[in-house]
C-alpha cells in the first residue's frame, strides 16, 4: 500500500511554474545578461530550480543561489559558542553588495518558519539580529535605494503551513498554504502577466490621487490608536511596479496591495496599537503598543515577544522612527481570505502598516538625486532595520491633514473614503 505523498506533492506545478514566471517576468524584470542573487529556504529548492530555468530562458548572465536551513541555524543556538552571537558571515554581505553594484538583481525566496527561534533566549536572537543587521547594510542599501530590481516571493515550506493551519495533516496544510500564496500572488489566474498589468495600473490611479493632495499628515484613529504621522518635505506615493534607478521597472513584493510613503522622522505623535502580530525573525510580537513623541517611540509594550520588540528598537537611533506608511483596505484579497500568514510579505498586505527604520529613498520627488544629507533633511529616516507591522482594521479611521490643517477622508473603516 502506497504511504500518503510527501507535501511537495501537494503543491500545483503548474501554478508553482507560474509564479517562478511571474517573479522574473514581474517582479524583476530581469534583463537579457543581467546576473541574478537568489536567498531561500533549502526546502524551497523546487522553486528556486524553476526560477532558474526562467532566469535563463529571459537572458540571465549567472544565477548564484544561497540557502538557509531551519535544523543548521537551530544548530547555532543550541551548540554555538556565546561570542558567536555577535558575529555575521560579512565577506558573504560585501559579495552580494558588490554583486549588486555590479548590475545584478536580487530575488528573495521567503518561507522560513516564523516561529522557528520563538523558544531561543531572546538576548541571542537580538544579538545575532543586530551582528546580521550591522553586516547586511551595505547590501541591503543597494536594495531599499532601489539602486537594482528586486523581488521577494513565497515558498509554502511545512513547518511554516503547519502554523498557519495547525489543525490539518501536514500534506494537506501545504496544500492550503500554496493554494493561498498562488491567489495572492495571481498566478491563479488565465493570464497572470496581464492580471498584474492591470493591478500595477489601480495602484498607480491611488498613489497619483495621494500624490496630487500634498498632505501634511495622516491621523489615524481606531481602537488603541490616536496617531499622526506627519509625512516627510517632498514626500512621493508608490505602489505596485517602480522603476529602479538602473532604468528596470520591477515589482518588489508579490504580493502587494499596498500605497506607501516616506514618514518625516522627527514628525509623529500619539499611540498605535498593532492589528495583527508581527513575525520576526523566528519570534512572534504580539499586541504591540507604542508611544510616539517628537517621531520617536518612548514607550513600547508588547503581550509576546515584548523583550524582543525593546532589543530591536535599540538596534540604533533610527529604530524607534517610521522609515515607511503604508496603505492598504481592508477588503484587500489578502485580508478576504481570513488567513493569519505569521509573514510580514503577506499580512502586510491585508493591513494599512508602517515600519521602523530605514526609509526608502525613491518615495521622495527626484528621490534618485538626492544625497543622504538631503534625503535626511528633508526628513527621511536611516537604521540598520525597515521592520514593517500592521496598524489597519475596519475599525480605523485615517484623514489626510493639509499644510493649512484642512482635513480630506482617506480611509472610513478600513477602506477608501
Not at 538576548?123 to 545575532?128: C, D, I, L, P, T
Request: aromatic fraction near 8%; glycine fraction near 8%.
Amino acid at each position: 500500500m502506497n504511504v500518503m505523498p510527501q507535501s511537495q506533492n501537494a503543491i500545483d506545478p503548474i501554478k508553482l511554474d507560474k509564479l517562478a514566471e511571474v517573479a522574473v517576468k514581474v517582479g524583476l524584470q530581469l534583463q537579457s545578461g543581467q546576473d541574478l542573487v537568489v536567498t531561500a529556504p533549502v526546502v524551497a529548492l523546487p522553486l528556486v530550480r524553476l526560477i532558474t530555468k526562467h532566469a535563463y530562458q529571459a537572458g540571465a548572465g549567472l544565477v548564484t543561489a544561497f540557502y538557509s536551513d531551519e535544523e543548521s541555524t537551530l544548530a547555532r543556538y543550541q551548540y554555538g559558542n556565546e561570542a558567536s552571537f555577535d558575529r555575521a558571515s560579512n565577506w558573504l554581505y560585501e559579495g552580494m553588495a558588490k554583486a549588486y553594484e555590479g548590475g545584478a538583481a536580487r530575488l528573495a525566496v521567503a518561507g522560513d518558519n516564523p516561529m522557528l527561534l520563538s523558544e531561543q533566549d531572546p538576548s541571542k536572537v537580538g544579538r545575532a539580529n543586530r551582528a546580521n543587521s550591522t553586516a547586511y547594510k551595505p547590501a541591503l542599501e543597494k536594495i531599499s535605494n532601489f539602486d537594482i530590481n528586486w523581488n521577494i516571493v513565497s515558498y509554502p515550506n511545512p513547518s511554516w503551513a503547519k502554523l498557519v493551519f495547525p489543525n490539518d495533516p501536514e500534506p494537506i496544510a501545504v496544500a492550503k498554504l500554496a493554494k493561498a500564496i498562488f491567489a495572492a500572488s495571481r498566478v491563479d489566474r488565465e493570464d497572470p502577466i496581464a492580471a498584474w498589468a492591470e493591478h500595477n495600473a489601480n495602484l498607480a490611479k491611488r498613489s497619483a490621487w495621494l500624490n496630487g493632495q500634498r498632505f501634511a499628515s495622516l491621523h489615524f484613529k481606531g481602537p488603541g490608536t490616536d496617531l499622526t504621522v506627519g509625512l516627510a518635505d517632498g514626500h512621493e506615493w508608490h505602489g505596485g511596479a517602480s522603476t529602479a534607478k538602473n532604468g528596470v521597472t520591477c515589482n518588489p513584493n508579490i504580493p502587494t496591495e499596498e500605497v506607501f510613503t516616506t514618514p518625516h522622522a522627527l514628525r509623529v505623535e500619539g499611540y498605535v496599537s498593532s492589528t495583527k502580530p508581527l513575525s520576526h525573525q523566528g519570534t512572534l510580537i504580539d499586541n504591540i503598543r507604542v508611544k510616539f513623541e517628537g517621531g520617536r517611540i518612548v514607550e513600547a509594550k508588547a503581550s509576546r515577544g515584548e523583550e524582543v520588540l525593546n532589543k530591536v528598537l535599540d538596534t540604533d537611533e533610527g529604530a524607534r522612527r517610521l522609515g515607511e506608511v503604508a496603505l492598504v483596505p481592508h477588503s484587500s484579497p489578502i485580508s478576504a481570505s481570513g488567513i493569519l500568514f505569521y509573514n510580514t510579505l503577506f499580512d502586510e498586505n491585508a493591513s494599512c502598516h508602517i515600519a521602523l527604520g530605514q526609509c526608502y529613498s525613491k518615495c521622495f520627488i527626484n528621490g534618485a538625486q538626492l544625497s543622504q544629507e538631503q534625503i535626511k533633511a528633508q526628513g527621511g529616516n536611516s537604521s540598520l532595520i525597515h521592520i514593517d507591522w500592521m496598524i489597519g482594521s475596519n475599525k480605523v479611521d485615517i484623514d489626510g491633514i493639509k499644510p493649512d490643517g484642512s482635513r480630506v477622508p482617506v480611509m472610513r473603516q478600513g477602506e477608501w473614503a
